[in-house]
T-cell receptor, first 113, second 109 residues
């Protein structure tokens, strides 16, 4: 298995632009998680899905952030409009179990200028 | 407020030393505790602990959970430079997972 796949690996954009991050979970994993990691705040859970349905989005910082999972093999995290404080590494992870091992993708390093 | 606290924040030791990383948690409805190793990229899974007092071991790494005192430790014996990484501890609480800030471990050759 290729593991969790994320794209792009790096993104540099200007403030105000829309950013879309993509994730392909491991096949057969029913749970998909989006995280954000910064030096100041560490690793934070933004939202997670079970069987393509968003279960808990309480970690999403504000309305500028949205996430979708149109099918079992694809999810997006969108930021519109982006701001410099959104600069972080965004990880996607998948799991077969809500409280089990999560397998992380390589992350997308986002820089908003 | 649920929280996971790791200590120390940073640790520098010489190759061959043994290190102990600490993770304490204050959470409601604890489910499990996980340890991850993060090198330059994504966190990779090390251990999941759900029961008190049962040591989990993988090579030179081992971990144990104390549900009465609400903490876990991660031990690394005979450290190597490849052990240099950030070690993350996380606790599952109901539908959420909460990560600690991590311990940054650096092994000097």
């Amino acid at each position: 298995d290729a593991g969790v796949i994320q794209s792009p690996r790096h993104e540099v954009t200007e403030m105000g632009q829309e950013v879309t991050l993509r994730c392909k979970p491991i096949s057969g994993h029913d749970y998909l998680f989006w995280y954000r990691q910064t030096m100041m705040r560490g690793l934070e859970l933004l939202i997670y899905f079970n069987n393509n349905v968003p279960i808990d989005d309480s970690g999403m910082p504000e309305d500028r952030f949205s996430a979708k999972m149109p099918n079992a093999s694809f999810s997006t995290l969108k930021i519109q409009p982006s701001e410099p404080r959104d600069s972080a590494v965004y990880f996607c992870a998948s799991s077969t179990d809500r409280v089990g091992t999560q397998y992380f993708g390589p992350g997308t390093r986002l820089l908003v200028l | 407020e649920d929280k996971v606290v790791q200590s120390p924040l940073s640790l520098v030791v010489h190759e061959g030393d043994t290190v102990t990383l600490n993770c304490s948690y204050e959470v409601t409805n604890f489910r499990s505790l996980l340890w991850y190793k993060q090198e330059k990229k994504a966190p990779t899974f090390l251990f999941m602990l759900t029961s008190s007092g049962i040591e989990k071991k993988s090579g030179r790494l081992s971990s144990i959970l104390d549900k009465k005192e609400l903490f876990s430790i991660l031990n690394i014996t005979a450290t190597q430079t490849g052990d240099s990484a950030i070690y993350l501890c996380a606790s599952y609480v109901d539908d959420k997972i909460i990560f600690g800030k991590g311990t940054r471990l650096h092994i000097l050759p």
